[in-house]
């Protein structure tokens, strides 16, 4: 997507929340500017953390082209510079900053002082993770940790980091990417599949404990996208060994191509994201793409044995 569609598709998104607020008689006076059921967003700071490449540059770009000012999280800040200079001279901003969100020491230093500077996020947007496949039974504590160490206790970290300026001004957008893996496992993609199922449900209590303050909580749960995680995914030591799973590990190398071959654009992950930040009653599960809809939709509607007999018969064949 160029940037001048991407700006178009902003202004045709402001101008239909307008006319939207404009029929509900939504007004802040009196609140000091804040609407305690969750406020819409046109702009403010907001923080993406894996922003350097795949999903996260293309909602860091997005959000940009639609007048935010993106604080763009790496835990390199040299892999942000091509999405730096794709995104200058767009309506908003991004500001590049290093940062190991896995480091409870770095977190508790950065982003007070960032908070301070820039003042309170608009947004939080938890992308930051990555792959980790393998037979269950193959999979090694460490191997298991370090897996929900990013895809989940950073974005726990991340999330109290900003949420006491949010309460503040009772006011934000907390969104979690999560993935269709987020409501349905897979085989040998245990590890994260669990790390995504751990991610939904503190977001399911979170959504609730601060609805009284006027922040909000969403899942965006994408299917497959032309981005670069199956191949930055990281096989469990044991995964090549010669096991009884053997047979069926070969199927993963087909998935690895489904990502390149059918996967769908990133920016229609941060299309719904904008939609997320800027909706006055976004959706808590947001799913993205006709195959995590399509999967949802049958874990949800089929008899259980009919489904885990169609899902066995998909990915356990050989």
């Not at 101008?15 to 305690?36: F, P, V």
């Not at 990417?177 to 897979?186: A, N």
């Not at 030591?237 to 690895?256: C, E, K």
């Amino acid at each position: 997507m160029d940037r001048r569609t991407s700006r178009l598709k902003c202004r045709t998104r402001q101008s239909e929340l307008l006319i939207l607020l404009r029929r509900r008689g939504k007004n802040t006076a009196g609140t000091g500017g804040a609407d305690t059921r969750g406020a819409y967003a046109t702009g403010g700071n907001v923080l993406i953390t894996g922003a350097s490449s795949g999903i996260g540059r293309a909602t860091a770009v997005h959000l940009a082209a639609c007048g935010f000012d993106v604080i763009a999280t790496s835990r390199d800040a040299s892999r942000l510079d091509e999405m730096l200079a794709e995104a200058e001279g767009l309506s908003g901003s991004v500001a590049g900053v290093e940062l190991d969100i896995n480091s409870d020491a770095e977190v508790a230093r950065v982003m007070p002082a960032l908070i301070e500077r820039r003042g309170a996020m608009e947004a939080l947007v938890n992308n930051a993770g990555f792959g980790l496949w393998g037979p269950v039974e193959t999979l090694s504590d460490a191997e298991l940790k370090a897996q929900f160490e990013t895809n989940f206790f950073a974005a726990v970290r991340m999330t109290q980091a900003v949420l006491p300026a949010m309460i503040r001004r009772r006011r934000g957008t907390i969104v979690n990417i999560s993935s269709v893996l987020g409501r349905i496992g897979t085989p040998f993609n245990g590890a994260y599949v669990s790390s995504k199922f751990a991610l939904e449900g503190i977001s399911e209590s979170l959504k609730t404990e601060v609805q009284p303050f006027g922040v909000r909580v969403a899942m965006v749960e994408p299917g497959l996208f032309r981005t670069n995680f199956p191949d930055n995914s990281i096989r469990g030591a044991a995964a090549d060994s010669d096991t009884v799973y053997s047979p069926y590990i070969g199927r993963y190398h087909l998935n690895r191509d489904m990502f390149h071959r059918f996967g769908g654009d990133p920016a229609r992950v941060a299309r719904v994201v904008h939609k997320v930040i800027t909706s006055p009653a976004p959706n808590f599960r947001n799913p993205v793409g006709i195959d995590a809809r399509s999967a949802t939709l049958a874990a949800r509607m089929l008899p259980e044995r009919v489904y885990w007999r169609l899902l066995s018969k998909v990915t356990m064949r050989h």
